[in-house]
């Protein structure tokens, strides 16, 4: 077993080399993979339990979740929340519903089985997007929207297809009893993540050098707590630990770089987990039947579902034509609904082999066709170019007993680019200890001017660490400030 393990990590690693070589999402390469592995594949294993599939699913997705949050900068995605939050809610709603009705036209279910198939793939995936958005220019504002949307709108699609489930399942309920469902899911997991997220940035804040060792133990127990406390009164764990995520992710602590390390390592390892074995639960040879009209399902979701979704969530987003054209574009599908999937197996639903089947040929075709087209159409559309694929905080490289060292890396539209050190307004309680140039270390001097590329290392009592990293956000956006005394002199 140790060796079974060990050759499918090394495995992974290696199909998602050559999947980022072929353009394609790592997913793509590890669903294969699993495939492959399976009963109907060389590997030969079989696996068909629905329920250990779920269960791996939830736990891949709480580490994906977190890890995203954890890198999303606020800055980036707080003046588009508006718009992802009709995304995430009436997107949801409206995407479930056209493709719905498509997938009742083209496969012999049911209308409410049907709606269930729309729900199941009406989310965006925050794993695909997050490992897409990482090697692409984008433009912030349109990168910030699509990673806010695909943190936020699992809970929705999820409280639908739980809904739906219990009316395919049972006489009882109705639609009424689905969208009080929706609602008490996405209140309570709004205000688990609040509260949780407040309590843990405050505490992170406070924590001592000395607990160093075990932040990514004590960041892996707020995850699973984070998810399993609304989880227990029918609320979203998913959206709890998302939005606890952000708030640590953009809270000032000694802790935050090796935490970001850690946690996308471990996220990379669910990843491989979670798409591996839901790729064992599929059977290459039951797909033949569900080929053609898993296809026009999949055009029906990019090409018509999608596009309606954003134009109904665009009134007052402050987005451009084009914009709204990436953005519809850039629905990708991933983890999610195959998770999703993996609910209606396990359950007694009639036509569940259909509508997984269905579920996985359109994820396939979703991340094989507009996961390697976003970059290109980006580029055609004129919102590619930023100098960063994506934006990250200034993070923290150590703490030297009550200090702390923060890199700043220079990117070329910078507004501390070109500039002088005495021009970039450092109070007196911080000092920039050394400018990294290529491979030269540069001994800063108040006429030392600054350039794109550069790395620069700052010196900050701890405590003041808040206040000088809000002080680096102008150096990425301007305006510079005039020097200031930080805290006490």
């Known amino acids: 077993m140790t060796l079974l393990i060990g050759a499918l990590l090394l495995l992974g690693v290696v199909a998602a080399l050559m999947a980022r070589r072929a353009g394609l999402p790592i997913l793509v390469a590890f669903l294969g993979l699993g495939m492959l592995l399976g009963s109907d594949g060389p590997g030969g294993i079989e696996f068909d339990d629905a329920e250990l599939a779920r269960d791996v699913g939830i736990a891949g997705l709480v580490a994906i979740l977190w890890e995203g949050g954890l890198t999303t900068a606020w800055r980036d995605i707080r ?59 984008l433009r912030r504002r349109v990168a910030g929207l699509l990673e806010a949307e695909s943190g936020m709108n699992d809970p929705m699609a999820v409280a639908l297809t739980l ?60 995850a699973a707590v984070a998810f399993g406390l609304p989880e227990t009164v029918g609320g979203s764990g998913f959206l709890a630990v998302y939005l606890v995520a952000l708030r640590l992710g953009n809270t000032p602590n000694p802790f935050r770089r090796s935490l970001v390390a850690f946690h996308e390592g471990l996220a990379f390892l669910a990843q491989l987990a979670l798409f591996v074995v839901l790729g064992l639960l599929v059977f290459p040879s039951d797909l033949g039947p569900i080929v053609l009209p ?59 082999d259909t509508i997984f089947n ?55 539209g910078d507004a501390a680019a070109g500039r002088r050190v005495r021009e970039l307004g450092l109070p007196r309680t911080a000092l920039l200890a050394v400018i990294v140039r290529g491979r030269e270390a540069i001994p800063p ?43 006490r002199g």
Do not use: K, N
Request: charge should be neutral; glycine fraction near 14%.
């Open 163 to 222: 809904g739906l489930i219990e009316i395919a399942t049972s006489d009882g309920g109705g639609p009424l009893d689905v969208w009080l469902r929706v609602v008490w899911t996405l209140a309570v997991g709004l205000a688990a993540g609040l509260l949780l997220g407040e309590g843990a940035a405050r505490a992170a804040a406070r924590m001592p050098p000395s607990l160093g060792p075990f932040a990514p133990v004590l960041s892996v127990g707020l």
């Open 79 to 137: 003046g588009v929340l508006r718009p992802a939050a009709l995304l995430a809610t009436v997107g949801v709603v409206v995407t479930a519903g056209v493709v719905g009705a498509g997938a009742y036209l083209l496969f012999e279910l049911t209308l409410t089985e049907a709606l269930l198939l729309g729900a199941i793939v009406a989310s965006t995936d925050a794993a695909a997007v997050f490992a897409t958005l990482r090697f692409t220019t």
């Open 445 to 487: 001097r108040g006429r030392t001017t600054v350039e794109a590329g550069d790395r620069l290392y700052v010196l900050t009592r701890a405590e003041d660490l808040g206040r000088v990293e809000a002080l680096l956000d102008h150096w990425r956006e301007g305006p510079l400030p005039p020097p200031v005394t930080v805290g």
């Open 294 to 352: 898993g296809l026009a399902l999949a055009g029906i979701l990019v090409l018509v579902a999608r596009p309606l979704a954003v134009w109904a969530c665009s009134p007052g987003s402050g987005l451009g034509r084009r914009e709204l054209a990436l953005v519809s574009w850039a629905g990708l599908r991933g983890a999610v609904p195959i998770v999703l999937g993996t609910f209606v197996l396990s359950e007694q639903v009639g036509g569940r």
């Open 358 to 412: 269905a579920v996985f040929f359109v994820v396939l075709v979703s991340a094989a066709v507009q996961g390697p087209l976003l970059a290109p159409l980006a580029r055609r559309l004129g919102l590619a170019g930023e100098p960063r694929a994506l934006f990250q905080p200034p993070l923290e490289i150590g703490a030297v007993g009550g200090a702390d060292i923060l890199e700043f890396r220079v990117g070329a």
